[in-house]
C-alpha cells in the first residue's frame, strides 16, 4: 500500500507544541505589565488635538487592540495561555488516571458489575458543563479564596465528574483483552489480576490511553468554554454590579472569550476576535493531533466497502 | 415499576445538580461543603407543588408564577429541540447512508468532518458573527435576536441547533456505513444481482439501525447540550430561562422546573423520532 503523510498528525503536533510553548513562556514574553491600561488622552495628529481612548484597535503599539477597558490583548492573551494549556492537562491527566483505576478494575471483574454500568449509561447523557457550572457557581463568583485554591478545585470537579466516560471506554477496551487467547493463556499458566492487567492489557491499552487523554483535552476545553459562555471561568469570576459585568480573574481564553462574547455586536469585534481565534487554535490543534493519531493506529484495521 | 424507578432517580439526580450551588460555598476563604442544604430546599418545592403551584422565579424585576410560563416556553423549547433532532437524523440518513456512495456526497461529509473539528459553540458564535456581516452587506435579515420582534424567526436557531447532532451523527452513520458496506453479505448480494437501493435499503440500513437507535439518545443529549447555548446566546424564549438567569441570583425552583422539563420533552422527542423512523420503515422498508 502507498505510504501517505499523515498530516493531521504532523500539524496537530506542531501547534500543539507551539502551544506548549507559548504556554509556559507567555507571561515572560508578554509586551505589557498585567496592569498596564490605556487611558483616555489627547494626541496631537497633523496640527489636531485628537481624543484616542480605549478600545484601540490593532495597531503597533498593540497588535491585537485593547480591550475596552484598554488592556492589552495580547498581554491578556500570554498572561491566560498557562492556564488554558496547563489546567486542561491536568484534568486530562487526572481523568486519565481515575479512569484507568476504575475501568481496569471493573473491566477485569469475572461478572459484569451492574452497579457502575447503571452510572456509566446515566451520566453519558448528563452534558458535564451543566452539574459542573452548578456546582462550582456558589463558590467561582466572586471568590473569597485565592485563584490557586479555586484552579485546584476546578480541576479537581472537573476531572472527577468526566472520569466515567474515560473509565467506560477503557472498561469496554479491557474486557475486549480479556476474552483475547493470550489472556486465557496466561490465565491457564496461573498469572494472577496484577499479572494479567500489567503485562498482558496495559500494553494493549497504550495507544488507546494516547487517543482518550488527546480527545479528553478538546472536550475540556469545550467545557471550559461553555462555562465561559454562561461567565463561569477557570480560577474565578470578577462580577461588578453597576454595570453588570464578568471578568476572568486568570485571563484563561475560555473565560477571555467568554466575558468578551458581547462584543460580537458591536463595532469592535477585534475584542471578541482575539480571544476566539485563540481558542480556536488551542482546541483545533488538539482535534488535529487526536485526529492524526486515530488515522495512524487505525491504519491496520481499514476496511473498504463493496458498494 | 422500572419507569417509575427511573423517573423518581431522575427527579433526584435533577435535585441534586441543581442544589449545587447550596452545596459547595465559601465562607471567609474556607469552602463548605453541606449537602444537607439541599434537602431543606427540596422539602419547601415538594411542599409547594403538593399545595398545587410550581412556585414563582424574577424574571428581571417582576416575580412571575412558573406555571403560567412553563408551558409556552416548554412550547418554544420543545419546537426547536425536535425540529433539529429531526433534522439530524433525516440528513445523516439520507447523506450518510443513501447517497454515500456518490462521490460529491463523500467530499461534502470531508468538509462537515473538517467543520466539526470546531466545537459547536463556536460555530454558533461565528454564525452570529456571520449573519450580522450578511446583514450589513446585503441588508438581508437573517437573525433577530428581540424575542418580541415582528421579524422574529425560529429557522435560524433550528439550523444552529441541528449543526451539532447532525455532524455527530452522520459521522457515525458513515462510519458504520463504511464498516457494513465491507461484510460478505454485502458482496454475495450485489452478486446476486439485486439493486443497489435494494441492498441499501434492505440489507444496509437495517443492519445500520440498531446504531442510529443507540446513537439516538446521544444525539438528543448534544442537542440538548447546545440547546443551552443556543437559547442563551440568541435569546430564544424558552425553558433554559429558567435554568440560567442572565442576571441576579440563583433560582432553585425554576431551575428545578426548567430542567426536569428539558428531559421530558427530550424523552418525547426521543419517543417521536422512534415513530417516524417507524412510519419510514412501514412505507418504505416493509411495504
Sequence with gaps: MQKRMNWSLWIGAFLVLLLLIVGVIGPYVAPYELDFQEKLRNEVVGGKTVIISPPLPPSDEHAFGTDKWGYDMLTLLLHG?????????AIALVRLVIGMGIGLYIGVQDKPQRWWLAIENAWSYMPIFIPVYFLLK??????LMPTSTLVALFIGVVAVLGAPSVASSIRQKTEQIKETQYVLAATSLGAGREQIIFRHIV???KE???IILVTEMVAIMTLMGLLGMFDLFVGGTKMTMDPVLYHSITHEWAGLLGSYRGFVYSNYTWIFLTPLVAFVWAIGSFTLLAKGLREKFEQTYHRTPFI | ????????????????????????YTVKEEIVFAPENVVVHTVYLIQQIAGGSLGTYYLGENERSIAEDIVPFAISTFELLFSSVLIAVVASLVFGLFLQRFRIVRHLQKGMNLFATIPDFILILVSILAAIGFYKMTNIRIITLSPTSDSANSWFPMTLLAIGPTIFLMKVISLKYTQIGGEDYI???LAKGMGVWHVLIHHVYKNIKPFLLADLKKTIAITVANLF?????????GLTRFIFSKSGAYQFNAAVMGLLGIIFLSILVYLLIRVILYLFERAVVYK
Design chain 1, 138 to 143: 456558589g463558590v467561582s463568583i466572586n471568590p
Design chain 2, 187 to 189: 458482496k454475495t448480494a
Design chain 2, 1 to 24: 415499576m422500572s419507569y417509575v424507578k427511573q423517573l423518581l432517580g431522575m427527579f433526584f439526580l435533577v435535585i441534586a445538580v441543581c442544589g449545587g450551588p447550596f452545596m459547595l
Design chain 1, 208 to 210: 488507546q490511553l494516547i
Design chain 1, 81 to 89: 495561555a498557562p492556564y488554558t494549556v496547563f489546567v486542561t492537562l
Design chain 1, 203 to 205: 500494553p494493549h491499552l
Design chain 2, 229 to 237: 447555548i443556543v437559547e442563551y446566546l440568541l435569546n430564544v424564549v
